[in-house]
């Protein structure tokens, strides 16, 4: 049913050099953080000079800075077959990493779209075995790949998954904060000064949100709108909703930062163009 590309490299794997002899404790830290699921931002784009180790570690997704000091300073981690234990090392383009006898390289940028279907979590790897999103693009692309924001297990839609930290970086953040279209129907006809309250503005626990649009869907049922939003906190449209007294009975994202569901069906994904990739990295 999935439509994978097998383009990109894969990454090498070479054995560690002068591994260094770690105490019982270490030891167990080291097959701690080996086993870990791995999480963080992608892989950085080196357009700085030089780069902190533990941040590098970091978004390759081997673990959290903080956890990636306690890896360095164990001695499990190697630059140009060197051990590293200096907390603050700097690596620069063209230094090999490896950790876990693994090298860690960048990798070919990638950019898939998914229209995510009912019933899937929004993270890595779930210890209770919920069906995650990564399990539907698991076969887009040999590099590691991360959702873009979150979306709750019920919710349907549009979710971009990228290893460009770039990009994704600019899509989450606060100023920015890529426009989402959603397509709700609630358990009753919407009145027309709700549609306007959402605009004007809805008080919720965690601050004042407010839609950028908010509208009867044309061609549906009394129950059924299109709301507009840029804001990244959680389940705001839902909880907007909510707040006017309605019961959200489906709640698809149908638009996320211009690009659409057009030919996508769902439960299935594809790669962006060019010309796609070109408009996100110039909008605004």
Do not use: W
């Amino acid at each position: 049913m999935r439509q994978p590309k097998k383009t990109g490299a894969k990454p090498k794997v070479s054995g560690a050099k002068d591994a260094p002899k770690v105490s019982a404790r270490d030891k167990r830290k080291y097959i701690d953080y080996k086993i870990k699921v791995k999480k963080g931002d992608p892989l950085p784009s080196f357009r700085e000079d030089a780069i902190r180790l533990n941040k590098f570690l970091s978004n390759a997704g081997i673990c959290s800075r903080r956890e990636a000091d306690v890896l360095i300073e164990t001695g499990v981690v190697s630059i140009n077959g060197v051990i590293i234990t200096e907390l603050g090392y700097k690596i620069k383009p063209g230094d090999v990493v490896q950790y876990d006898g693994e090298t860690i390289t960048t990798g070919t940028k990638r950019y898939v779209l998914l229209n995510k279907p009912k019933g899937y979590i929004t993270a890595i790897d779930d210890p209770r075995g919920r069906k995650t999103v990564m399990t539907l693009v698991s076969k887009a692309c040999r590099e590691q790949i991360f959702p873009v924001g979150r979306m709750e297990r019920e919710t349907t839609g549009l979710m971009l998954f990228t290893n460009d930290g770039d990009m994704m970086k600019k899509l989450l953040h606060p100023r920015y904060h890529a426009r989402k279209l959603y397509h709700i129907e609630t358990n009753k006809a919407v009145a027309r000064e709700d549609l306007e309250k959402m605009t004007r503005g809805i008080d919720l626990d965690d601050g004042r949100f407010k839609a950028e649009a908010a509208s009867f869907v044309e061609g549906g049922a009394s129950n059924e709108i299109g709301v507009e939003i840029r804001s990244g906190k959680n389940q705001v449209v839902r909880r907007m909703v909510e707040a006017l007294g309605y019961q959200v009975i489906k709640l698809d994202r149908v638009v996320y930062a211009g690009l659409t569901k057009k030919d996508l069906p769902r439960g299935y994904y594809r790669h962006l163009t060019e010309q796609e990739v070109a408009f996100l990295k110039m909008s605004k």
